[in-house]
């Protein structure tokens, strides 16, 4: 029955995209993780009134999140070309992909953070620096406790564009199901193709929506 309603589908290759997109997305969204809390707190500790403040540095972090943030992905791509190429040693292929997936979603990643980070009660960070706290005790015994629901939620939005980004990256041979879509449905005029592949990404975003949802609805104390 489904090989005459999607003629073109193979399913073993159809589970291979699948696993690239799950790859790439979770792969990159680590290091957006990590990369995205390290822009945050810096965007957080730095700016007027914070526990680092410091105009310049602030000026120099603000800056590389707005101008990587106003890159359209597909033109990043291109761009990190040759620093994929340094890193990698390829520019095809899902590993080749994560480079540009990293720093494209890091810098949206990262004011999400800081707006997390604002949203912390003021006087909590102020009782613990009464209390003699070192910034690395405020960090990680206030901050990030405190914000741990918005900067869950933020990282599931992140994770919901990654999706997308990663069916971007597939147009220029990355892998994934965006890739097979493409040069396997489009191109060949295998529409099957591109739906079967539109369906599972669905799929896959609403799996990261709900545990998502579900991590932060756990860790909401309100």
Same mark, same amino acid.
């Given at each position: 029955m489904l090989s005459e309603l999607f003629p073109n589908v193979k399913l073993d290759e159809v589970w291979t995209a699948t696993y690239e997109t799950f790859y790439m997305t979770?792969?990159?969204?680590?290091?957006t993780f990590i990369l995205g809390i390290l822009l945050g707190l810096l965007l957080y500790?730095?700016?007027?009134?914070?526990?680092?403040?410091?105009?310049?540095?602030?000026?120099?972090? +603000?800056?590389?999140?707005?101008?990587?943030? *106003?890159?359209?992905?597909?033109?990043?791509? @291109?761009?990190? /070309?040759?620093?994929t190429k340094f890193l990698i040693g390829t520019i095809r292929g899902p590993n080749a992909a994560l480079p540009a997936l990293i720093i494209g979603a890091a810098p949206f990643y990262g004011r999400l953070v800081e707006i997390g980070l604002r949203e912390v009660d003021k006087g909590v960070v102020e009782a613990a620096k009464a209390m003699g706290a070192k910034t690395s005790t405020i960090i990680f015994?206030?901050?990030?406790?405190?914000?741990?629901?918005?900067?869950?939620?933020?990282?599931?939005?992140?994770?919901? +564009?990654?999706?997308?980004?990663?069916?971007? *990256?597939?147009?220029?041979?990355?892998?994934? @199901?965006?890739? /097979?879509?493409?040069?396997?449905?489009?191109?060949r005029r295998s529409f099957d193709v591109v739906f079967i592949c539109t369906v599972l990404i669905v799929i896959i975003v609403f799996i990261f929506q709900f545990i998502g949802d579900t991590i932060s609805n756990k860790l909401d104390k309100r």
């Amino acid at each position: 029955m489904l090989s005459e309603l999607f003629p073109n589908v193979k399913l073993d290759e159809v589970w291979t995209a699948t696993y690239e997109t799950f790859y790439m997305t979770l792969i990159a969204i680590l290091g957006t993780f990590i990369l995205g809390i390290l822009l945050g707190l810096l965007l957080y500790l730095t700016s007027r009134g914070g526990l680092w403040q410091n105009k310049f540095v602030h000026l120099l972090v +603000a800056t590389f999140v707005n101008v990587f943030r *106003a890159i359209p992905f597909i033109i990043l791509i @291109l761009l990190l /070309f040759p620093f994929t190429k340094f890193l990698i040693g390829t520019i095809r292929g899902p590993n080749a992909a994560l480079p540009a997936l990293i720093i494209g979603a890091a810098p949206f990643y990262g004011r999400l953070v800081e707006i997390g980070l604002r949203e912390v009660d003021k006087g909590v960070v102020e009782a613990a620096k009464a209390m003699g706290a070192k910034t690395s005790t405020i960090i990680f015994k206030v901050l990030l406790p405190e914000s741990m629901p918005a900067l869950v939620s933020g990282i599931t939005v992140t994770a919901i +564009a990654l999706i997308g980004y990663t069916a971007i *990256a597939g147009v220029i041979g990355a892998g994934g @199901l965006g890739d /097979f879509a493409y040069f396997y449905g489009f191109q060949r005029r295998s529409f099957d193709v591109v739906f079967i592949c539109t369906v599972l990404i669905v799929i896959i975003v609403f799996i990261f929506q709900f545990i998502g949802d579900t991590i932060s609805n756990k860790l909401d104390k309100r």
